[in-house]
């Protein structure tokens, strides 16, 4: 049994008033015992381990409701693209280049990078998913996984069938550190019967499912040709809806996609850097959490972002947002709960997304001593519009130290950097020769 | 004498297909001596000091061409916010409780955040500008300074005053690293017999100046409400443009604002963040730079943007004009140049903002050997899309170092914090008491 004790400044995300500037939380084993202010440490309490962390703020650590991870190893490969060319001849051809070894070595070099910019959980969808999950389960992370389905392709029912078997490998292993769902790519790249298949198998199994929704308008534009309907309409209309569904992007909605995603429960995972990079447009989120639409927040790949970093993208989301409503849109405050209880809201978690006893202690810590947090007049603030990523100083995941002093405790950050350095300098070689 | 070796990889900003993977950068004094491949030093230099970084890249320091210093007294004191509320309510009452000194030190953390974050040179617009003066005199940093002159207001005549006695007593010191600029507002806020003085100050002392132009639709439509133009063409009827302007924001310019700005060779100081965080709106970037027009990158003061980091300014630049045009809009090499060369025409200087020999010894350098930087397939693309503030090592200004391995060398970032929290919560005090 293992007993914590971190002294620091604390945000619990468990509301706007709730802060201990001189706070104390217990960790035993996986779960988090107590938090409150100095001296709320149960009689009877003592640690193995204390953190005295006096300047960092302990928080929740951040969730990401949507990325690639293994993507990581396309980064800065092609940018600056028109959409069609960037996927036609730069990143189709380099991801049929790729091994399984390259996308454990790719979710790996995400890991990493994702740990020490203060992520935590992750939604991952793309292939060999047994290999990602073998990453997640040597780094430590939380994660749910979902095999891309694209269900018009050769590979459909083959991509299906390993999506079931992951369900029946992994779903609820390492600690329940590791869950599944469905990932049916896009209403565009599989029909309707391939749809309706993979919601049976959801519903039997008891899983839920992640699907690209309305990204961008030339989707919605085939849609409306195909079927006469906008993708949302049309996934609720197939009865794709009605279990646990989370939606990725959904930037082109009408008010009526919004009603239906509140009334079915669907979850809105919010990409806004990718949304900005290929130009995507600007998702309603204000409109949909206004509408009671849970709304997390996710980096979609590095190859259209270029990073995993969800501080960035908190202040991307927020900024978006703020320039296309008002200056009163997304503030900080509701920035964070998206990136946190609201992520873990998204995928489907009921013990993990803020600092509460009995929740999964998955937290990080961030340093405030250094010149962009002072003045201190609004930790919120400064951890949307002033923070980024090197500011993590520490990271736990179901209870157990991942990061301590920038320092990744789980993965060898040198090994990994170099193996994704090769692979993907590997695939650019094969691609030119060809 | 001093002489300095730097062995890194280099991008010197001279050409987007220049770069060394193992380059050599010779410096003597405040001046750059050489650049290139391994082996390029000049024969018989023989350095003072070595630094050995073969895993970062050596980059011109980054430029801000539009900043209210001395704001970071204010970061987080009020987000989120209707712009009227937030001026009136908030910023303008604590500006109005700020003292010579606070400015100073306001002025200092400002600077603490810079040389942390690989920003140079500023252009800065405030208030007790001599307080500002020392404190980049302290820092060692190169800045351009500017005395904001609210025409209207009843201090109009001073101020000016003051900023004539701020040429006489600080252009050209610090070996040319103290610059100064007029800094007349806004043509809303200076009538245009005030304008006109000003700008015979700026042609009798042979400076530029520094003004806001068209940051908000409102704007433009009281210049037109009151004089019939928008305000570009105010400003240029009026005689304000000719010699060297730096307009700032220029967020709502028609087709024939462009023009005129385009002619008189009008420098335009982009604030990305500040423009999506107060909801301005999206500065037409991509035509101004298309139709020749010079572009620096700012962060504006850090109450509207909230830190002073222009690694996120060069990614929310690039976002921003992505997603309103579409995904080839400002690639990542092009707004490298707009963050350092372009900075540099825009505050006029001719020997600053890239790596070559004769220039000024103003350059940073960034740690690669990161998890977000890998694979190394585009320089450019990762410190624009990848980078963050955190990832500066070593700042150089003017031949001297100001941060090694992120240690401040000329500055008490502890000691500055603490002054500004103090400061900052005792105009907060005074404001609650009245």
Not at 169 to 179: A, D, E, F, I
Not at 215 to 227: G, R
């Amino acid at each position: 049994m293992s007993k914590i004790l971190i002294r620091a400044m604390i945000l619990p995300m468990t509301g706007a008033d709730t802060f201990f500037p001189q706070g104390e939380i217990c960790i035993e084993d996986d779960l988090i015992v107590s938090v409150g202010e100095k001296g709320s440490s149960p009689e009877g309490f003592v640690p193995d381990r204390i953190l005295e962390l006096p300047n960092d703020v302990v928080m929740p650590g951040l969730i990401n409701t949507h990325t690639h991870a293994a993507m990581t190893l396309l980064r800065g490969y092609a940018d600056d693209l028109p959409l069609m060319p960037w996927l036609n001849e730069k990143v189709w051809p380099f991801e049929d280049k790729l091994t399984d070894e390259d996308i454990y070595w790719g979710t790996l070099l995400a890991l990493c990078e994702m740990i020490r910019s203060g992520t935590t959980t992750m939604l991952d969808m793309y292939a060999s998913m047994d290999k990602v999950a073998e990453a997640v389960l040597q780094a430590g992370t939380r994660a749910v996984l979902s095999r891309g389905l694209i269900g018009n392709g050769p590979n459909g029912e083959n991509a299906l069938q390993e999506n079931i078997e992951l369900v029946r490998q992994y779903h609820g292993t390492g600690n329940g550190r590791l869950s599944i769902m469905f990932g049916p790519h896009a209403p565009y790249t599989c029909s309707a019967e391939y749809l309706k298949k993979v919601k049976a198998e959801a519903d039997r199994l008891n899983v839920g499912i992640h699907i690209h929704v309305a990204e961008t308008q030339d989707e919605v534009n085939i849609l409306k040709e195909q079927y006469g309907k906008t993708p949302v309409q049309w996934l609720d209309e197939l009865g794709l809806f009605g279990g646990h569904v989370v939606a990725a992007h959904c930037v082109h909605l009408t008010q009526q996609d919004i009603e239906i995603l509140h009334r079915q429960n669907v979850c809105v995972a919010h990409n806004a850097e990718s949304n900005m990079k290929l130009s995507s447009g600007t998702a309603p989120i204000t409109e949909l959490r206004s509408q009671g639409v849970v709304v997390g927040l996710g980096t979609d790949g590095a190859s259209s972002n270029n990073n995993l970093d969800l501080f960035g993208e908190m202040r991307s989301a927020s900024f978006q947002q703020k320039l296309k409503v008002n200056p009163t849109a997304l503030p900080a405050y509701e920035v964070l709960e998206m990136a946190t209880v609201g992520g873990a809201q998204t995928l489907g978690f009921e013990n993990v997304g803020v600092l509460a006893p009995g929740f999964k202690a998955d937290l990080i810590t961030i340093d405030m001593d250094q010149a962009h947090f002072y003045p201190r007049f609004s930790i919120p603030a400064h951890l949307v519009y002033s923070a980024h990523a090197g500011d993590v100083r520490t990271v736990m995941v179901d209870g157990k130290l991942l990061m301590e002093e920038r320092k990744l405790l789980t993965l060898d950050l040198s090994k990994i950097c170099q193996e994704a350095e090769m692979r993907a300098k590997r695939i650019e070689l094969e691609l030119n020769v060809k």
